[in-house]
Antibody, heavy 124, light 111 residues
Framework: QVQLQESGPGLVKPSETLSLSCSVSGISIRSYYWTWIRQSPGKGLEWIGYLDYSGNTKYNPSLKSRVSISADTSQNQFSLKLRSVTAADTAVYRC??????????????????WGKGTTVIVSS | QSVLTQPPSVSGAPGQRVTISCTGSSSNIGAGFDVHWYQHLPGAAPKLLMFQNNNRPSGVPDRFSGSKSGTSASLAITGLQAEDEADYYCQSYDSSVSGWVFGGGTKLTVL
């Protein structure tokens, strides 16, 4: 059974870097694509970016200048870094596995396994 | 403001049928991109309910069905059960945003 667990600081100061990890169990991260999604209070879901099994990434253009996603295959986990955070980055952050036919465009992908999420508050 | 529009809430009595709409535009659903649906119970991880418009993952009851037409998609739930009470989200790709987009979510209440 594939399980994902997010971890990281629950409180980050404005202008600092938000760093989260997603630990994956039940399957090697080398076999799939992985993504981060967040949900701000009272708002809908927002896709942050994804990482493929070759280490390539694609980011939401609205966050691209501040975000990076990378993998640590030795720990079977992947991570999110979001720089220069503001209160607007306060949200529940969730990691998920990306599924679909990887031979087609990412236009058609979806998330088939999710973590429960971790709350990050940006405040001084 | 979400790119895909869903009704904030729907409700139905046990055994009834409800539908949840997901309205997009010519840059997402109307452009032919697939729609996927997720169920989110409080405190739990979201669950994939429907992928590629009308495909159910293993384990999802056939009470759930999906459809897509024009710039909209719908999730139908028949034989409503108390355990169906949750938030439901649709997802697609948007060429204007150049990324995956979601609906604002619909809270289903089983009366």
């Amino acid at each position: 059974q594939v399980q994902l667990q997010e971890s990281g600081p629950g409180l980050v100061k404005p202008s600092e870097t938000l760093s989260l990890s997603c630990s994956v169990s039940g399957i090697s991260i080398r076999s799939y694509y992985w993504t981060w999604i967040r949900q701000s209070p009272g708002k809908g879901l927002e896709w942050i970016g994804y990482l493929d099994y070759s280490g390539n990434t694609k980011y939401n253009p609205s966050l691209k200048s501040r975000v990076s996603i990378s993998a640590d295959t030795s720990q079977n986990q992947f991570s999110l870094k979001l720089r220069s955070v503001t209160a607007a980055d306060t949200a529940v952050y969730r990691c998920a596995r990306v599924d679909g036919d990887y031979n087609t465009s990412f236009f058609y992908f979806y998330m088939d396994v999710w973590g429960k999420g971790t709350t990050v508050i940006v405040s001084s | 403001q979400s790119v895909l529009t869903q009704p904030p809430s729907v409700s139905g009595a046990p055994g009834q049928r409800v539908t949840i709409s997901c309205t997009g535009s010519s840059s997402n659903i109307g452009a032919g991109f697939d729609v996927h649906w997720y169920q989110h119970l409080p405190g739990a991880a979201p669950k994939l309910l429907m992928f590629q418009n009308n495909n159910r993952p293993s384990g999802v009851p056939d009470r759930f069905s999906g459809s897509k037409s024009g710039t909209s998609a719908s999730l139908a739930i028949t034989g409503l059960q108390a355990e169906d009470e949750a938030d439901y989200y649709c997802q697609s790709y948007d060429s204007s945003v150049s990324g995956w987009v979601f609906g604002g979510g619909t809270k289903l209440t089983v009366l």
